[in-house]
Nanobody, 115 residues
Framework: QVQLVESGGGLVQPGGSLRLSCATSRDIAVIRGMGWYRQVPGKQREWVASVVSGGATNYADFVKGRFTIWRDNANSRLTLEMNSLEPEDTGVYYC?????????WGQGTQVTVSS
């Protein structure tokens, strides 16, 4: 079992930045794959970015150059740095981790980009 808890969401103006964090109940080193997903109004939940335990990262095209994902191994946290935010980025952001071939999800954190 793995518990994931997201934090860091909030209201930000277009062009602004936010840093999301996902705390893990287990040593993050045992979670082989982790990623961020989002639920944008009017769309299906979509993949945003991911990082495997070895550190390799991947990004959805719509966030490349704006978002950065990394593992904070010392604090067992998954982080998403979001820059140049746009209103289209508004949604609920979820943390996901894979442990022993099972996927675990957090409850999500709301990100609202509006002037």
């Amino acid at each position: 079992q793995v518990q994931l808890v997201e934090s860091g969401g909030g209201l930000v103006q277009p062009g602004g930045s936010l840093r999301l964090s996902c705390a893990t109940s287990r040593d993050i080193a045992v979670i082989r794959g982790m990623g961020w997903y989002r639920q944008v109004p009017g769309k299906q939940r979509e993949w945003v970015a991911s990082v495997v335990s070895g550190g390799a990262t991947n990004y959805a095209d719509f966030v490349k150059g704006r978002f950065t994902i990394w593992r904070d191994n010392a604090n067992s946290r998954l982080t998403l740095e979001m820059n140049s935010l746009e209103p289209e980025d508004t949604g609920v952001y979820y943390c996901r981790g894979t442990y022993r071939d099972r996927d675990y999800w957090g409850q999500g954190t709301q990100v609202t980009v509006s002037s």
